[in-house]
């Protein structure tokens, strides 16, 4: 049986600043089944990228919903381009 | 005639590499700007060690484009440098084989597991035909060039394991081989050398910049 190749943290915080550019602002446990991570390691993220204001949370009464930021657009830019440079590498 | 052709040719083989290891250069030094520019909360290990390898890698292919740049001028002048400044030229030929390429190859394994006689010819890099000479070559030389070799090959495989873009493995497999023409070195072979070098890195920072990801990085992530 092939080990299994675990994520990295760049990989990660691309794909949920992916998700929340192409599908749009969404609460904590719909972005879970997106990015396909329990919601305590999705928590951890989410409180690191909202502090560095790359995302930001909005209350719509039934629950509480993130979106990406103008700041959030510019450094997925910017990761995806690190992350290109280590997959071509084959180091990711 | 044979021997006008293979003057022209040493001539055009170090006006090359100079040129491919200034392009290089200027590539390895926005890769690590990309690199490095992500934000301190994406930052990992891996980043780090894979910045400071290609950092250390632009520093060995900068000094040796100066001692190219050096073999070029006493090439075509046959002017042979001072022996006031011999210690500084002894030490911008020596350094990168001896330190910052094994070095560099080796961080960049880590990233993935987490004589002085000079000759009458013309044929080399002038003055600097005082290194490699032969029979002085410093052990300390074949030993390191041994190292890179094999971090190199360890790299390779490595990168054809992790399915790593096909211009990466041919820069690590062209990059194995300069280090290997110089395990048992000479000025001539020095030339050719850096050459084969000057090729594996723009096939390097190819692969890096011009070729697209497409569904492969999407694939990864």
């Known amino acids: ?35 396909n991570m329990p919601y305590d390691r999705l928590k951890l993220i989410i409180v690191s990228l909202e502090k560095n204001m790359i995302i930001s949370a909005r209350d719509t009464g039934k629950s509480r919903v993130y979106y990406i930021t103008e700041k959030g657009l510019k450094e997925l830019d910017k990761l995806e381009k690190a992350l290109d440079i280590i997959v071509k590498l084959g180091l990711s | 005639m044979l021997q006008r052709w293979h003057r022209g040719l040493h001539g055009y083989v170090i006006a090359v590499s100079l040129v491919l290891n200034f392009i290089s250069i200027a590539l390895l030094i926005l890769t690590i700007y990309r690199l490095l520019r992500i934000g301190g909360y994406a930052r990992e290990k891996k980043v780090y060690i894979l910045s400071l390898s290609l950092a250390i890698l632009s520093l060995a292919l900068g000094i040796e484009t100066i001692v190219l740049g050096f073999g070029a001028y006493g090439y075509f002048t046959g002017s042979y440098h001072s022996a006031r400044f011999h210690w500084i030229i002894s030490a911008l030929f020596y350094s990168p084989h001896i330190v910052l390429y094994p070095m560099s190859y080796l961080l960049l394994t880590v ?56 211009y990466i493995d041919m820069a690590f497999l062209l990059l194995l081989i300069s280090h290997l023409m110089l395990v048992v070195p000479s000025p001539i072979l020095y030339i050719y050398s850096a050459f084969v070098r000057s090729v594996a890195f723009i096939t390097l920072m190819c692969g890096i910049w ?9 694939k990864e992530i």
Not at chain 1, 18 to 31: H, S, Y
Request: hydrophobic residues 50%.
């Open chain 2, 111 to 166: 990233a993935y597991f987490i004589d002085f006689k000079p000759e009458n010819s013309r044929y080399s890099l002038g003055s600097l035909a005082l290194f490699l000479a032969g029979k002085d070559m410093p052990l300390l030389w074949t030993i390191c060039e041994i190292i890179s070799a094999t971090a190199l090959a360890l790299l390779l495989v490595m990168a054809v394991k992790r399915k790593a873009f096909t």
């Open chain 1, 1 to 35: 049986m092939p080990r299994r190749r675990y994520r990295s943290r760049l990989s990660v915080l691309v794909e949920i600043l992916r998700v929340l550019k192409q599908v749009g602002p969404m609460p904590a446990t719909r972005l879970c089944e997106y990015v």
């Open chain 2, 210 to 218: 011009f070729v697209k990801a497409g569904g492969n990085a999407e």
